[in-house]
């Protein structure tokens, strides 16, 4: 391990057993795999002692059989970043990168950050709930943005990521069409109001935030293929925003980690209207680490290495463990 990689690897210790919990059974599997063999690569280059671990019903054996001393959770989705995985290490002892058990339950909930945002008086769309028993004529009827459509809305499923599953409906037909596909992910799927206006989200590292990635979709919103697809989408780092409003939106993500006591990282989406509003979307307890992934493209801003924030994520966990 030569000068350069000992400086961006900290105080770590080469020895120490670190796994890099990735794949798992979610939707979001294909995403996970991605951003674990990163995460793996580039501390096996630090010459730290790195064991993939793909999670699957076996991986309390894997992890008690390979004596490993801290994950590094590179898990999206479902188990990954909804408080189960969290609560399994929390069981073996083993520390864990990222925000605790009830942290991440919350923050995965769509429905219940959402009330917690409103506990606070944090803006976020205006929105109701429905569940799969609802009758049809409930879920074409109850919302006061009716889809005859006076404003579009978004439906989404209450605990997914990426996207997934999540339509804007114009139409009646379409916002029948979207509740159908929300549903297949979920028993619960929320309605919001549509926000027109732009697309930031702030990260947060270490009780800090850091430069505002506004996100530019080259098709209608960004969503899961946007999101992973090479050059359907441009970010502009930092987000041309007024001083005022940017301010405003790095101390609101700030404020929103701390309200639901995420640990070490969490990414806050938001959208800003026309008028220079701030809502708040959804919370990411666990950024993606893939090569289009929003947090390592903040943290390079900030003049933070990809290295050096893999790195950083463990130090953090280690120390919140001692």
Do not use: W
């Not at 709930?129 to 809305?153: A, D, T, W, Y």
């Not at 339509?167 to 929320?190: G, H, M, N, P, T």
């Not at 293929?225 to 409003?245: H, N, Q, R």
């Amino acid at each position: 391990m030569n000068d350069k990689t000992i400086s961006a690897a900290g105080g770590l210790i080469p020895t120490m057993r670190i796994a890099v919990l990735m794949g798992g059974p979610s939707s979001e599997r294909d995403v996970s795999l991605k951003s674990g063999k990163a995460v793996e690569e580039t501390l096996r280059e630090a010459g730290l002692k790195v064991i993939a671990i793909e999670v699957d019903e076996e991986v309390e054996k894997k992890l008690r059989d390979e004596k490993i001393e801290v994950a590094f959770l590179a898990l999206h989705g479902r188990y990954g970043e909804d408080g189960t995985v969290q609560e399994m290490l929390e069981r073996l002892g083993i520390t864990y990168t990222g925000s605790g058990v009830e942290a991440s339950r919350i923050a995965f909930d769509k429905i219940a950050s959402k009330k917690a945002f409103l506990r606070e008086g944090i803006d976020t769309p205006a929105f109701y709930v429905l569940e799969k028993g609802n009758k049809r004529e409930k879920m074409i009827s109850q919302f006061p943005f009716h889809p005859v459509i006076r404003n579009p809305l978004v439906v989404k499923p209450a605990r997914e990521g990426s996207t997934i599953g999540v339509s804007v409906a114009r139409k009646e037909e379409e916002y029948l069409i979207a509740l159908d596909r929300a549903f297949q992910y979920d028993e619960r799927i929320l309605v919001e109001e549509y926000i027109a206006g732009r697309e930031i989200t702030v990260g947060i590292l270490n009780g800090s935030p850091l430069p505002i990635v506004e996100i530019l979709p080259r098709k209608e919103f960004f969503d899961f293929e946007a999101k992973y697809t090479e050059g359907l989408t441009d970010f502009k780092i930092p987000a041309s925003l007024s001083s005022d409003v940017y301010r405003e939106a790095q101390d609101l993500a700030l404020k929103v980690h701390r309200i639901l006591a995420c640990r070490g990282v969490s990414r806050v989406d938001m959208k800003v209207n026309n008028s220079g509003k701030l809502y708040v979307l959804e919370v990411n307890t666990i950024p993606g680490m893939t090569p289009c992934s929003l947090l390592p493209k903040a943290a390079q801003a900030a003049g933070i290495s990809f290295l050096q924030l893999c790195c950083k994520l463990i130090e953090i966990a280690l120390r919140d463990k001692a």
